[in-house]
């Protein structure tokens, strides 16, 4: 079985709504998927992360092609050298590491297939019999946010998600709700986007944790790491590392050094799901939680973290993917968690999923037609500038 063709192709699907933070505004998810076909007409699917340029992305993989083309898909860690090390992508390593991980993944997809197993029986066998993700409140008025923790607790969840860091008054005021309606038990996710500087973290983090705050994902920067470090020792807050594990030697600082309680990352942070399944247990040897973070990804993406959260040593409850957002997907059946917490086993070998091409030409056909969407607004930017975006003089 060796690679005989590789194909890249960019996709744009919607959201349902906007996503806002203190750092990203977001219509849709912007992705590349990848299709590796085999010599004898087997074919592994991957996707590759944008992030804020997906053209980037795509050249990433395209230079990765000539790497590809012959090898056989079992030599995973092989084919990830060549085009880490000896094709000096290294030197832009969270730039690969966006793009990589959708070659990676349909390589250990045409295994699978090979093998007639499963991915998690490739990963070492099922730890677990499900995995449970978050529920995404989203950053809107405070009567839509008292409907979606309504809706969120009816349909199951048990761990909820909200951004801060934008405005403190309405996150105050956020917080009483989110308690309010999902009870004494339900865990609740902050997300600050290094909006804070440490001193207004101990504050903040103070005041809102009258409601108790189940962890805060990256209210300061992450860099140094003594920001957190700090903050760790001023809060009784449980913290999460996000921002800053964006390579494997800041993954292992951030856990040698007890940087945080949770680590919210994935193989987009890290480049191979092999990395991420490492680094997974070497944060639990530490007495670390995992956190699988989303990037907003679609459905290929979420079947293979699944794959690996089945198999990992310590994970949270309320592990983060945007499906229950998406208008739509690139796969013929919808992922578990488009309307609910949890996912199961996956069936068949592989990812265990089929990928429906007609929609992936159909929302190629809308990147041409309308682009990527960006995580941001142009019209949020040069606020300290009068003459941002107004058109000259003719």
């Not at 919808?334 to 070998?349: E, Q, S, V, Y």
């Not at 995580?375 to 949020?380: A, G, I, K, M, N």
Request: with cysteine.
């Amino acid at each position: 079985m060796r690679i005989a063709q590789a194909e890249f192709t960019t996709v744009s699907v919607p959201y349902t709504h906007r996503e806002n933070s203190a750092q990203v505004n977001r219509d849709g998810v912007t992705d590349v998927i990848v299709k590796l076909t085999t010599d004898d007409g087997q074919v592994g699917w991957g996707e590759s992360c944008s992030e804020s340029a997906g053209g980037i992305v795509l050249e990433v993989l395209n230079a990765c092609r000539p790497m590809l083309i012959g090898r056989n898909p079992w030599n995973r860690d092989a084919i990830w050298h060549d085009c880490f090390r000896n094709a000096l992508w290294f030197y832009r390593e969270s730039i690969f590491n966006l793009a990589y991980p959708g070659i990676d993944i349909a390589l250990w997809d045409l295994c699978g297939k090979a093998a007639g197993q499963p991915l998690y029986n490739l990963l070492g066998g099922l730890r677990r019999r499900e995995v449970r993700y978050f529920y995404y409140l989203s950053y809107s008025d405070l009567d839509t946010l008292r409907l979606e923790c309504r809706e969120g607790v009816a349909r199951g969840y048990t761990q909820f998600y909200r951004k801060v860091g934008v405005d403190f008054a309405h996150e105050l005021e956020a917080m009483a709700i989110i308690r309010e309606e999902i009870g004494p038990w339900g865990f609740i996710q902050l997300d600050g986007n290094e909006a804070w500087t440490v001193t207004e973290a101990v504050h903040h983090l103070a005041e809102l944790d009258r409601w108790k705050v189940g962890y805060a994902e990256q209210p300061v920067p992450s860099q140094p790491i003594e920001n957190m470090l700090e903050l760790k020792a001023k809060t009784p807050v449980a913290l999460a590392f996000n921002e800053g594990l964006w390579c494997v030697d800041r993954v292992t600082e951030v856990i040698r050094r007890r940087a945080a309680d949770y680590l919210v990352f994935g193989p987009y942070w890290v480049g191979t799901i092999a990395n991420f399944h490492r680094l997974s247990h070497q944060a639990a040897v530490e007495g670390l939680v995992v956190n699988k973070h989303t990037h907003g990804e679609l459905g290929i993406s979420a079947a293979a973290n699944q794959h690996v959260l089945l198999t990992l040593p310590r994970i949270n409850d309320g592990n983060q993917q945007t499906a229950q957002m998406m208008k739509d997907d690139v796969l013929t059946r919808p992922i578990p968690i488009t309307g609910g917490p949890a996912w199961g086993i996956p069936t068949g070998p592989g990812l265990g999923i089929e990928v429906d091409e007609e929609k992936v030409a159909k929302y190629h056909a809308n990147y041409l037609a309308q682009g990527q969407y960006l995580p941001y607004l142009l019209d949020r930017m040069g606020q300290e500038d009068p003459g941002w975006l107004v058109p000259p003089k003719s």
